[in-house]
């Protein structure tokens, strides 16, 4: 079946470091998403990001379609970035049922 | 001031029992799913829905029943409770099933016990 894999599992940064989050797919259509898990559970969407770069704030989202990686960096990191980062990817092409990486769980220290 | 409503926000339930998860969406969405995260998992999709009609169940068991009894409502069913399910289920929508964002609730955290 499709698979998604993140990388890292962990990140801890200190506050004003970067990060380059990884994910890797197994089918080239994947119309990739990024979201963010606060610590408490919350999930919101990112980026919608089926190829090429994005940017929203101290992130960028950055897809390569062909060769099935996306990656997700965070620029001077602040410890509200804290929590986790899935990307998903949506095989079938209709939104209906998106296929979730493990997750990177980032934390911030001040 | 939450768009995606879903009750209750924790549940513990005894092996055996029925419960039923409810969302509500105020995006004015015509899709809506529901996921399920267990400890140690990816997030797994279960179902979709798009103007009230089933339109993909990744889910192996029946005894997970959606309803959708109005196009903003997407409950969920569980008959025969098991340990296993527990986890934290949630619901999401999106304006049609093409690819376009997705929205989460903040998610029922089921226990059974």
């Known amino acids: 079946g499709q698979q998604v894999q993140q990388s890292p599992a962990s990140l801890v940064l200190q506050e004003g470091e970067n990060a380059e989050l990884q994910c890797n797919f197994s089918?080239?259509?994947?119309?990739l998403q990024w979201f963010y898990q606060h610590p408490g559970g919350r999930l919101v969407s990112l980026f919608y990001?089926?190829?090429g770069t994005k940017h929203t704030g101290r992130l960028t989202s950055t897809t390569v379609t062909n060769e099935r990686r996306g990656s997700l960096h965070i620029s001077s990191s602040q410890t509200t970035d804290s929590g986790t980062y899935f990307c998903?990817?949506?095989?079938?092409?209709?939104?209906?049922?998106?296929?979730f990486g493990t997750g990177t769980t980032v934390s911030v220290s001040p | 001031d939450p768009k995606i409503i879903q009750k209750p926000k924790y549940l513990v339930a005894v092996t055996g029992s029925e419960k039923i998860l409810i969302c509500e969406q105020y995006?004015?969405?015509?899709?809506m799913y529901w996921y399920r995260q267990s400890a140690k998992k990816p997030l797994e999709f279960m179902f979709s829905y798009s103007y009230q009609k089933l339109m993909d169940n990744q889910t192996a068991s029946s005894r997970f029943q959606p309803q959708s009894s109005k196009k903003n409502h997407l409950d969920l069913q569980i008959t025969a409770l098991k340990p296993d399910d527990s986890a934290t289920y949630f619901c999401?929508?999106?304006?049609?099933?093409?690819?376009?964002?997705?929205?989460f609730g903040e998610g029922s955290r089921l226990i059974v016990v």
């Open positions: 998903a990817i949506d095989p079938y092409q209709g939104g209906r049922a998106l296929i």
């Open positions: 995006l004015g969405h015509n899709a």
């Open positions: 089918s080239t259509a994947t119309r």
């Open positions: 999401a929508s999106s304006q049609g099933n093409s690819g376009n964002t997705l929205y």
């Open positions: 990001n089926p190829s």
